[in-house]
């Protein structure tokens, strides 16, 4: 007990900081409160809220949607990363479970028309309704960024901005992969393959093994995460799509994907910043919607040695969204990344971090960045 006091007492009041940030984050916790709101065309939709929404006016307001297999705990997770926490202090954030994705969902009834991803776009305008939120910026990953896109170009007015995680616009390449995987999906349960390219949609870290018809997960070295960690993470994906996940539902969602129609972000008025990671299997479509928008309004992030950014490289993730942010009027006292700033002294905290209303699509301002950025 000594020893542990004396080594405690030895750390640095930075350390101290960082370790309690980081056995804060490690502990689960359940969103309050919680909302079902419910939609004209998408049925009920389940709504987790993570911070203070009466200080909306005074803080930058997130508007998050999961990917294929996973739900709002993927983005709580990213959320509640050590190198999202001053951020998280200074926001709110609304996370979305597409419909039938909540924890322990019971089947989906035969009579229920799962919505296509443009419906779930357009309806997402109920949820801001609902809470009163006149417009926030949206973090999307995979098939939760192809809905908030459309979102966005339904509703720009509502979207300060974008921040898409490997979103594909076309329905081509993977989704054929995609569409000749799942087309012989049968029975409720989800089969190895199709986990194994769930985990492929996912992480990327796999192999394709020529006249075998699996995605082998293989370990690849990166500097962003560690070997064991990287065993974590997937063994936690695995649980949870076995475990409190309803895979009838899974399918429903991943079916909604395959038949998606083409995503048409050229002219979208809400600034785009695009991230993806180089072991990701979308990472090559990410680059081509990249050089196809217009270059002041869209950004792009590409991680190196990466497949999941959000669980692998959080840090090069919240660096980047708070710069994307501070270019809409937000999160405006936090200094940038590596730049120390002194507040004045006439102007408090929250003054600083009241949204810019007047900037409702404005691009960001790095002049002296380029817009394509490799980390």
């Known amino acids: 007990m000594e020893r542990q006091r004396s080594r405690r007492a030895s750390l640095s009041a930075e350390q101290r900081r960082k370790l309690s940030l980081l056995r804060t984050s490690s502990i689960p916790s359940r969103l309050k409160p919680k909302y079902v709101v419910s939609t004209d065309r998408s049925g009920d939709i389940h709504v987790h809220v993570q911070g203070d929404l009466t200080q909306q006016d005074k803080r930058c307001v997130f508007l ?6 996973t739900n709002h705990s993927s983005m709580v997770d990213f959320v509640n990363s050590p190198a999202m926490s001053e951020i998280k202090e200074r926001s709110c954030f609304i996370h979305i479970d597409v419909p039938g994705h909540e924890e322990n969902s019971p089947d989906l009834p035969d009579s229920y028309q799962f919505p296509s991803l443009q419906t779930l776009g357009e309806d997402l305008v109920t949820v801001l309704d609902f809470l009163h939120i006149r417009y926030a910026v949206g973090i999307g990953e995979g098939a939760g960024a192809n809905i908030l896109a459309r979102c966005g170009l339904a509703h720009p007015r509502r979207l300060l901005g974008l921040v898409l995680v490997n979103c594909t616009a076309s329905t081509s390449s993977v989704a054929d992969a995609f569409r000749s995987r799942f087309s012989r999906w049968r029975g409720a349960d989800i ?25 082998r997960y293989q370990q690849i070295s990166s500097d962003s995460c560690e070997p064991n960690e990287k065993d974590r993470m997937l063994a ?19 079916r909604a994907f395959i038949n998606r129609k083409d995503l048409l972000l050229k002219g979208c008025r809400p600034d785009i910043l695009l991230i993806t990671g180089t072991l990701s299997p979308y990472s090559s479509v990410i680059e081509k919607l990249y050089k196809e928008l217009d270059r002041d309004r869209v950004t792009i992030l590409k991680v190196e040695k990466v497949g999941d950014v959000l669980a692998e490289a959080p840090a090069k993730v919240a660096q980047s969204l708070l710069l994307f942010c501070q270019g809409q009027g937000q999160l405006t006292s936090l200094p940038p990344p590596g730049v120390e700033r002194r507040m004045s002294r006439a102007m408090s905290m929250e003054e600083y971090d ?19 950025t490799k980390l």
């Open 354 to 372: 009241k949204p810019n209303i007047r900037r409702l699509s404005l691009t960001p301002s790095v002049a002296d960045s380029p817009p394509h």
């Open 64 to 69: 998050t949607v999961h990917d294929l297999g």
């Open 191 to 215: 089969s190895q393959s199709e986990e194994d390219f769930l985990i492929y949609h996912k992480f990327g870290h796999v192999s394709f093994v020529p006249g075998h018809l699996d995605y």
């Open 236 to 254: 936690e994906y695995r649980s949870r799509l076995r475990g409190n996940l309803n895979p009838h539902n899974i399918k429903l969602f991943v």
